[in-house]
């Protein structure tokens, strides 16, 4: 069974930083893209980036651009989400998604997806 699991979540103040991780241990990393999604309280959940399998080209929600960087190891099998210079409108649930579909797809396609984790909460204080 596929299984994604973040970590990382927690409690910054507005302008920190978090790093968030999706491991997905005994996993054809390389067969995916993975992606992370965000649920903000009363807000409908959406894509937030992407990282795709094959050449490791990226995508990004406006909101988030030049603030968030996702990046993979390989290896290890874990996808990484930097979050810097963060707001409070960041705060929600953040899931970590995998799925074949490319990675302009996996950012809109949502409950569509093929693999999610558990969710990672992250609350960022003004």
């Known amino acids: 069974e596929v299984q994604l699991v973040e970590s990382g979540g927690g409690t910054v103040q507005a302008g920190g930083s978090l790093r968030l991780s999706c491991a997905a241990p005994g996993f054809s990393f390389d067969d995916w893209h993975i992606g992370w999604y965000r649920q903000a309280p009363g807000k409908d959940r959406g894509g937030v980036s992407c990282?795709?399998?094959?050449?490791?080209?990226?995508n990004y929600a406006d909101s988030v651009k030049g603030r968030f960087t996702i990046s993979k190891d390989n290896a290890k099998k874990t996808v990484y989400l930097q979050m810097n210079s963060l707001k409070p409108e960041d705060t929600g649930v953040y899931y970590c998604?995998?799925?074949?579909?490319?990675?302009?797809?996996?950012?809109?396609?949502?409950?569509?997806?093929?693999?999610w984790g558990q969710g990672t909460l992250v609350t960022v204080s003004s």
């Open positions: 990282i795709a399998n094959n050449d490791g080209s990226t």
């Open positions: 998604v995998a799925d074949h579909h490319p990675c302009v797809a996996t950012m809109i396609l949502d409950r569509h997806l093929r693999h």
